[in-house]
């Protein structure tokens, strides 16, 4: 009985062995790391540049650490792809947002109408190591185009792509020019992806994806409060378009600096560039008997202010436009789930796309 089982375990670990040796690693930062503004990073997976340490609220700075929108394009022929990732923080899930988007990847593929489809989710199960499969099915000419989204609310210090030995996996075709540039959304814990059930499902994800454009992710959980030293951040980017989507963070102040503040970060872009639309995004109550909430209203008093001083293409999304009229989007009362994600997503992708046009 012994040699038997000695004799099992030689066979096991030879299999191991074996299928270890039949799948190709790469290092995903060798392809394209999308909805990364800055490439003078500290930590491959950062989202604000090294620059910012010391100079953002440690909250901000923290926060940033976070994954949060950052997703690998990569294209493969591969019949399947598998992932490795190692995690930053211990802590998996919180108690109103599952693991699978606190810390888990999302794949996603380009389908045969040249829209993104959702593959499978990576379901993270340990600190700090994790590791998933994923079937893709034939390939079409030209291999499939992947999104791998990374986790929401954990931050990661590695990630890894595998594919069977002889499969090709390389970088994924530029996007066309024609749709020109990324998208960058700053604002709450609701822009960073809070609550939703996995990396994709973030509003800011889905907006990217109805966009087919890159979205840059400047969430920061209870952070968002448009201080002055991260707008003259946001204006070293140079994107199609910003999103400000701050208010609910802003509930402690007064109107007057909530007013001095936008117009810091209206000047600050404006001194980068002067014709990049601004879209600002109103409070998202889920009652419509709160609608215009008070933070809503200072806002547009704001940037009406602005506008009749003759600041150009500043815009405005009601807050009532975007979780519906039936009190089911969110998981708290504030934090969007899935279905409210979706309809945020929709909305903001809806408007961004006429303002583009």
């Known amino acids: 009985m ?3 089982t000695l ?45 910012a340490k010391g100079k953002v609220p440690e909250s901000v700075w923290y926060l940033s650490q976070d994954s949060a929108g950052l997703a690998v394009r990569f294209s493969t022929d591969a019949p399947s792809v598998m992932v490795r990732w190692k995690l930053l923080r211990e802590s998996l899930a919180m108690p109103h947002m ?20 959702f593959v499978a989710n990576g379901r993270p199960e340990k600190f700090p190591d994790n590791e998933a499969s994923f079937g893709l099915g034939s390939a079409p000419a030209g291999g499939h185009e992947m999104l791998l989204y990374l986790p929401l609310y954990n931050g990661v210090r590695r990630v890894e792509i595998g594919v069977p030995e002889g499969a ?15 998208v960058v959304f700053y604002g709450t814990s609701i822009v960073q992806g809070g609550c939703a059930s996995r990396p994709g499902l973030a509003h800011v994800a ?12 400047l969430g920061f ?12 951040f946001l204006a070293q980017l140079d994107p199609a378009c910003y999103v400000i989507d701050c208010l609910w963070n802003m509930g402690s102040l007064p109107e007057e600096e909530v007013v001095s503040r936008i117009g810091a970060l209206v000047r600050a872009v404006r001194a980068a560039h002067p014709a990049v639309p601004i879209l600002f995004v109103g409070q998202s109550h889920i009652l419509p008997s709160a609608h215009p909430t008070k ?10 202010k602005l506008r009749a001083s003759g600041v150009r293409r500043l ?27 979706m309809r945020q997503g929709e909305a903001i992708a809806r408007t961004v796309a006429r303002i583009l046009r």
């Open 2 to 4: 012994q040699r038997i």
């Open 7 to 51: 004799h099992t375990a030689l066979a096991l670990a030879v299999m191991s062995a074996g299928a270890q040796a039949e799948t190709q690693w790469r290092d995903a930062t060798e392809f394209d790391i999308e909805g990364q503004g800055w490439s003078a990073v500290e930590s491959p997976y950062d989202r604000l540049p090294a620059a």
């Open 98 to 117: 599952p693991a699978t988007g606190v810390s888990g990847v999302d794949l996603y593929k380009r389908g045969p109408d040249g829209k993104w489809q």
């Open 168 to 182: 090709k996996i390389a970088k994924a075709p530029p996007r066309p020019a024609v749709l020109g540039g990324s």
């Open 206 to 217: 889905i907006a990217g994806r109805l966009l087919d454009r890159p979205a840059l992710n």
């Open 221 to 232: 959980s209870g952070s968002g409060l448009m201080e002055p030293v991260v707008s003259g």
């Open 295 to 304: 933070l809503s209203q200072w806002q547009r008093r704001a940037v009406e």
């Open 315 to 341: 815009f405005l999304l009601d807050g009532s436009r975007l979780m519906g009229g039936d009190a089911e989007g969110t998981v708290d009362g504030c934090h969007p789930n899935d279905l409210g994600m």
